[in-house]
Every structure is written in structure tokens, then in C-alpha cells.
């Protein structure tokens, strides 16, 4: 398998820094050494910097949720690429759902971030979905295809290799309703194609695409054995490690 499955925990507005660090310790001790999968953690910024110097030496990587596009300046409340690299973060997630339902983002400024991460060296976990009034008016793929691509305008080819694409419909998070294993496959099969159409069949092929959405260790095996689905953004699974190490498992064993 060319891609190797990664299993990605958005903590989202949950734990103190004590707290963080727990759950951290917990995750290191249960899979540190873990190779065979990517694993990675995205809590709250207040604690990116002592969750970092808990996971140094250990395989799990540590990313942040959002982002400014702006290098610094007067953007109150925000956080830019080079902070975040400041810390031990090398991935964030953007363009997440909550982030375009609650804090109105839009393609436009996603694609502004997107940029600004990879050029910081930072990989983007891009969040893409529909929500269920889409899906029931069958504007799936058109939505998914509309975000994809407004948020990947300008990537380069060298660049598309650092992306991470994360499919969560927005009715299957935190809902407890997960997409069946075939209505999620069939738009992580349309993503690749689109990833084929705008970097070529070398360079879709490396791209990881996630499945977000109520994924537990009760579905990630079914989800996880898809062709197209390399791997999960977990957010309710991800907040204790019992569960998180599971899916670490889960992934660990469909490859
Ligand atoms: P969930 O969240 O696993 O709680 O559904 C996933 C996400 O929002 O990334």
C-alpha cells in the first residue's frame, strides 16, 4: 500500500492543559513506537506547546485545528503558521465544518490558509462534506467537488503530497451517524478523481484521504478496508485513549 493510514484525533474546545496532557501520556505509552500507521493529535493551541514536549520522541505527531492565514499583525484572537511552528505542530486542520457552519469560512479564505500552512511547512487536514439537506438534494459530489477545489486553488504539484483530505459529511458528526461504508467510499473514489484531475494519477495516489464522522472502533474496520479511505478524523472516539488506540489498532490491522 503506497499510502499509509492515518489516524488523526480534533480534540475541538475539550480539555485543559492538565487534562490534555493525560490523555497524551496515555496515547504515547499505548502506541508510540507505532510505525505502521501515522498517528496524530490536534488539541486546543493552549495546549499545542506541552502536548509537543510530550509527544517528542514518539511517533505520534501533534497538529493545531485552525489557522490565520496572515503571517502576524493586528488579528486579535487569531493564531498564525510560524506560532504554530513555533510549537511542535506540523499538521492543521482547516476548513473544518464548525469553522465554516459557526465562524462563516468560506472556500476563499480556506485556500488562503491552505497556502499560507504549506508554504510554513505545515500539512493541511482539509475538512470537506455536505451537509444532509445537500445529500437529500443531491448536490453531494458538487459541494464536495466546489470545496475541494476552491481550497486547493494554487497548490502546486510538490505541494499536494502534504495535503490531507478529510471527508466527514456534516450529518455524521457528532451525530452518531455514520455514513455507510459504500456512500462514504463512493465520495472518497470522486475525490481521487478530482485529486487525479488536478495533480495527476503519481500524485493522487499519495494523497491521504480521512473519513470523518462518528468513526468508532465499532465501524472504523468496515470504513478503514475501503480503497479509498486511508485512514480517520476522530472527534468523540479521539477524547479518551481507550477508544483512540483502538482505531489505532483498527487501522494498524486493515492495511
Ligand atoms: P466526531 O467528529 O468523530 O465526533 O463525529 C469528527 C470531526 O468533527 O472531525
Redesign the pocket.
Known amino acids: 500500500m503506497i499510502r499509509k493510514k492515518l489516524i488523526a484525533g480534533?480534540w475541538?474546545m475539550n480539555k485543559t492543559s492538565a487534562d490534555a496532557s493525560t490523555l497524551v501520556q496515555e496515547i504515547v505509552a499505548e502506541v508510540g513506537r507505532v510505525t505502521d500507521v501515522d498517528i496524530l493529535v490536534c488539541p486546543p493551541f493552549t495546549s499545542l506547546e506541552s502536548a509537543g514536549k510530550l509527544l517528542e520522541g514518539s511517533n505520534v505527531k501533534l497538529g493545531a485545528q485552525n489557522m490565520h492565514h496572515e503571517a502576524s499583525g493586528a488579528y486579535t484572537g487569531e493564531i498564525s503558521a510560524s506560532m504554530l511552528r513555533s510549537t511542535f505542530a506540523t499538521y492543521v486542520?482547516l476548513g473544518?465544518?464548525?469553522r465554516r457552519t459557526y465562524f462563516a469560512e468560506n472556500d476563499k479564505f480556506i485556500n488562503q490558509k491552505v497556502l499560507a500552512a504549506l508554504k510554513n511547512q505545515l500539512k493541511p487536514v482539509l475538512?470537506v462534506g455536505e451537509t444532509l439537506a445537500e445529500r437529500e438534494s443531491g448536490a453531494t459530489l458538487k459541494v464536495v467537488q466546489t470545496q475541494l477545489e476552491g481550497a486547493l486553488e494554487g497548490v502546486s504539484k510538490e505541494q499536494a503530497t502534504s495535503v490531507v483530505v478529510?471527508y466527514?459529511p456534516v450529518w455524521?458528526?457528532?451525530?452518531g451517524k455514520v455514513a455507510t461504508t459504500e456512500q462514504a467510499q463512493e465520495v472518497h473514489a470522486f475525490i481521487r478523481s478530482l485529486l487525479v484531475k488536478l495533480f495527476g494519477d503519481a500524485i493522487a495516489q499519495k494523497v491521504r484521504i480521512l473519513y470523518?464522522?462518528?468513526?468508532?472502533p465499532s465501524n472504523a474496520p468496515e470504513l478503514l478496508a475501503q480503497k479509498d479511505i486511508d485512514g480517520g478524523?476522530?472527534?468523540?472516539?479521539?477524547l479518551e485513549s481507550r477508544s483512540f488506540v483502538e482505531l489505532v489498532k483498527a487501522a494498524a490491522a486493515a492495511k
Open positions: 480534533n475541538k486542520i473544518h465544518s464548525e475538512c478529510a466527514e455524521a458528526i457528532g451525530t470523518g464522522g462518528s468513526m468508532k478524523l476522530i472527534g468523540g472516539a479521539s
